[in-house]
Each structure stands twice: as C-alpha cells, then as structure tokens.
C-alpha cells in the first residue's frame, strides 16, 4: 500500500483538539481529521474497495467516507503525520487476506495424552464415588 500514493485523494483539516493544556489547546488547532472517500477512489480496483467497505464499516459514514482523527500530539504537524500513518496502516491490514486454517489431524501423542487425561479423572470420580458410599454404612 505505501507504493500507491493517495494524497491526492486524502482531505485533511484541522480543527482545535478536546483534553488537556490549558489556553494551548483553546488556542491553536492541532487535531487533525482525515477523509478518504473510498467509492470515488482511482487507485483502489473494485475488489480492493468491497473489502475495505466491508473490514472498516464501523469507521465509515453514509456517505462512503473513512474518517480518521488524531489529536495526541501537541503539533498540527506530527498529528497530521499520525494519522496519514494510521490511514495506511488500516488500509493494509484491510487489503490483507488472512490464510485459511488447513484442518489437521491431532498427533498420536495428542490423543494419548488427551485419553490419559480423561482416564485419570475418570478414576479421580471413582475415588470419590467409593468414599461416598463407605460413609453412608
């Protein structure tokens, strides 16, 4: 992803940030939000847009928007390098396709010690069953 450059499609805006630092933060505007529209992409192909759409649902609008803020920093600057970073990072792990789990046989050595396991409390519920009923005589 980071080959493909998409500032041409990113609109960033700054805005004053929310939280601590006194009259700094009342004065400056250092929160930056991010906006990517991801149907109206050129460099994205179908494909790569569906499943966008479909892993980051949760942070895009109606519109087909993804919004992206980043607000730590104390400069407008690194804030605006945050979340460029956090837009690529999401979009990567987005167009990454997870490997389907091969199904496997246990190993030998597996079941037998799962079958030990079970012996073993099977005999530890006998030990107790006898210690029951003795009492009762």
């Known amino acids: 992803m980071i ?7 990113l609109h960033l805006s700054a ?3 929310s939280g601590p630092g006194g ?25 790569e847009k569906e499943l966008i759409l479909e892993k980051l649902a949760n ?14 920093e104390r400069s407008q600057v690194k804030n605006r390098e945050k979340v460029i970073e956090k837009f690529y990072t999401l979009i990567t792990r987005a167009l ?6 091969k199904q496997t046989q246990p190993s030998k050595a597996s079941n037998e010690e799962r079958l030990e396991e079970k012996r073993q409390h099977s005999e530890k519920k006998e030990r107790r069953n006898k210690i ?3 009492g009762k005589k």
């Open 59 to 72: 942070r895009i609008n109606s519109a087909g928007e993804l919004i992206l803020v980043s607000q730590t």
């Open 23 to 47: 009259q700094h933060v009342n004065k400056v505007s250092t929160r930056m939000e991010l906006r990517f529209h991801v149907p109206g992409s050129l460099l994205l192909t179908d494909a």
């Open 132 to 134: 029951i009923s003795e």
């Open 3 to 9: 080959d493909r450059d998409f500032s041409n499609e």
């Open 15 to 17: 805005s004053r940030s």
């Open 96 to 101: 990454t396709l997870l490997k389907k789990r």
